[in-house]
Each structure stands twice: as C-alpha cells, then as structure tokens.
C-alpha cells in the first residue's frame, strides 16, 4: 500500500523533471515485471528505485541516495527465512560502502537509530512543523475502560449493539464525537490491530479456550458472508465452521461458549448498527485481498465516498487524508501487553502513527483512545505528545537490563515435533554456546533455553534461547559453534532439528 502511493509521488516528482522511468520492486511483481526493471537500472535508464525491504539490493549505479521511510518498522527485518537481514542496516553499510547519503525518516525513531545519533554515529535532522490542523497536534485524550465497567450507566450506554455477546466495541464518548464528526461532513477513523469478530472464544463453564490444533494461540471468530462463520489461526491458516448459538464445548459437552475480545469485523458490524447511513470501508487482510481491491479503497476514501475507516496498522501510518477529523483506537492495550521487551515502544510509535491521520486538513484533529490501562507510561506521554520523554524513560529501564541497544543480542530458536527433542537440542546449544565462552573477558549473558511464547507453530514445538553480549564481536565468537558444519549443527540435523539463529531480531514471538 504504502509503495504504491510513494511510486505515485516519486512519479510525478521525477516526470516534471525528465529523469525517467521509476523502477518498482515487490513481490507481488510478475517476474518478468522484476527483471525488466533490474535491466532498467543495471544500464542506468532508470535512476530511482523504490519498493519494500528487499530494494535496497537494488542494482543502481553510482546510488546517490537511500531513504528509508518508516525506519522504525520491525517489518523492514526479514526473520522468517534466510538471509535474516535488516533492511535499514542494509542501506546504512551500503551507502558507506558506496559513498551515497542515508536518510532514516520516522516519526518515532527506532531506539537503536536514537542510540546512534546520541553517540553520533548518525546525524539528526528535525522537521519540527506538522502538515494540516493549522500546525497544531491533534487532541489527545484516553477513555479509562475500567471506570466505564463501574458505572452502571456508563455500562447501559456502552452496551455492544451488533451483538449480544462480548464487552466494549465503542464507548458513549468515542460514539458522540463520531456523531459529531459525521454531522459535520467530516471522516471518522477507527483503529484496531486484531482481525476477525472476536479474539477467543472460550467456555465461562469449564474455562477451556479454543486453540488451534497445530498452534499454541487462539483461534478466532470470523464473520464473513462470503466464508461463512468460523474460527481460524492466524499462524498457520488453519479453519473450521463454527456457530456460536449451537455449538456446545468441545470439551465438557455444556453450552457454556463466550467470545472474548474484538476484531475488526466486529468493529465494522457495530458502526453500521449505530451509524446506519454512515458509509463504511474495512482495511484489513481479509476485506482487502488484492492490489486492485486497495487501490479501489484508497481511491473512494480520497475522493470522500467513506465515511468511517476501520482497519489494522494497514491504516496506521502514510497515508495522508485530510477530511479525517477524528481518529478512535478501539483497545490501546493489545500492542501494549505483548511478550517482547519493545512492545511499549512499538506500541507507542503505532498509537503515534495513527494519532497523526488526525486533523490534517485545515482543521485540529482529535484522537479518543479507549485502553484498560490508562496510567501505562506509553499512553500517559502520548497524551502530551511527547516521544522524546517516553523514550528517555523506556532507554533507561534498556540500560539498566542491558537490553538493546546497550547490547548485541542473538535469538537461537529450535524446532521439532517432539518437546524433549526441542529442548535437549536447545540445552545442548546453550552448553556449546557456555563452552565458547570460557576464554572470553568481556561481558556477555545467556537467557533460557525456555518456550516462545506462541510455543507451538504448524506442530512443531519452539524453544529458544537469548543470547546478549558487549558488542557484535563478543557476541560472533559466542555463536561460532552454532555454525553450519559444526559438530552441534550436525547433531541438530540428526535429530532432524530445526535450528534458527537470528541475530539482531526484530520480534521475541
């Protein structure tokens, strides 16, 4: 999404100026699309390149320039196969290498970029005024969940009305600034970064959840009209018909099935029930498949055909809509309680992300974030606008674990059918890995073996290990047994074990 709109600006910039043509790399690309356009650079006929991650191999001749928009995005790190590589890396070491200008734009700079320009490895550069709202940041206040749960009419007024079942969709107030918002000709857009109706489904007799066969996660309930009812993973694909009035627990036999949580179906279902002849468009994996079915949904929100936008973090960052007035975060907490030390600081650059759709016309936008944690230091600075601070609080906590940045850190992830196979090959890395590190001075430390928190994916068991140290030399000579060849990885592979070895990683999942 994202590639497209910027191949249209970069279009038109280029065109007015006679560069010619601009060369686009996805993998959505047909591959002879891919080769005409490498050809296109090789020889020098095209001179600008844009497209996502795997752009910065690009083969431009005398590179001049290498931006990377959004520099802070975890998406920018390939993790899932090899090469593991980290995009923004990539084109720091090659416009070194090549002489060229690096430019890492973001409005809420990765920590490890922050590092960088502290100790002055980079240089920073501040764009200090906003586009739209008259220069001001929207308004931002947050809309305590736990208070409403209270009141009695705060719960009468809350109540879901597209269905019976579940808690908060949108609260009374984000209900009345909609209502505001729409009476004045003006686009509403809310945020949730959850696909489907509900998140789990679970029994409120015998407290079994509903998990997928193959995964340790939640399954969950999709509403489709094309699909049907039914539940589905969100790792491995995995789907089965489901109805939540007939069908009784799977494993007490009772009628005691509840869904917990929201999706964004749900979301899209409650805003037709209580806005009827607002126009809706749904952004998420699900509504939109294709190329076109984007382009097509962009384009009716441009030209002001949709009234309210409910979507994921597809939503979140880009794009640049002036009639969106108001911006609701349906639930805050779901990026703030994920396992993984950066989740309060991916969280806040998502919230800030989407915060910043609002009031980008001539008007000051407002942002209303729903959360059942009100006083989590991510929303408390939000509300201010103050990134720098969230970030000074967040980097000392860092310092003081010796978490990235202040680390070289290293996931060893194993895999296999079997718990105690998974295990015995992760303890044998850890011994490897403690054997390499006997003459070793500097400092360095070992977390684990111990489960992924999703510690089953497509029926393999996944255990990992953490693996910090001073810096990145200390931490290639700790890894050095776990290399291809190795009586370790020989041993692995004849336990028919996966081993991955991940470092610089972008997510702890």
Known sequence: MLVARVEAAVA?????????????????????DRCSGLQLLREGRARVAIGARSAVFAPVPNLGLIVVDEEHEPSFK???????????????????????????????????????????KVQRLLLPLRVGGGGQMPSIEVIDLRIRKELAVARKKDRAVADEHGGVVLSAPLVEAMAETLAAGEQVLLFLNKRGWSSTITCDLCGIVRTCPQCSVSLTLHRSARRGTSLRCHQCGYAEPFSLETQLCPACGLEGLVQIGTGTERVEAEVKARFPNARIARLDRDALTRHDDVVAALASIAKREVDVIVGTQMVAKGHDWPAVRLVGVVLADIALTLPDFRAAERAMALLTQVAGRAGRGALRGRVLVQTYDPRHPALVHLVDHDVVAFARLEMADREQHRYPPFSRLARVRVEHESDKVALDVAHAAAAAIGFAAQPLTSWWKLSGPVFCPIERVQG???????????????RALLLQPLRRHSEFSKSALRASARVVVDVDPAQML
């Not at 038109?12 to 002879?32: D, F, M, R």
């Not at 393999?460 to 200390?474: I, P």
């Open 12 to 32: 038109a910039l280029v065109g007015a100026n006679e560069i010619g043509p601009v060369v686009v790399l996805h993998s959505e690309l047909s591959e002879g």
């Open 78 to 120: 390939q993790d899932e196969q090899a090469p593991r590589y980290h995009a923004r890396d990539v084109a720091l070491w090659r416009a070194q290498h090549e002489g060229a200008v690096c430019v890492l734009g973001s409005a809420t700079p990765s920590f490890e970029t922050r590092h960088n320009a502290a100790s002055g």
């Open 460 to 474: 393999r068991t996944r255990v990992q290990l953490l693996v910090f140290a001073k810096d990145a030399a200390t």
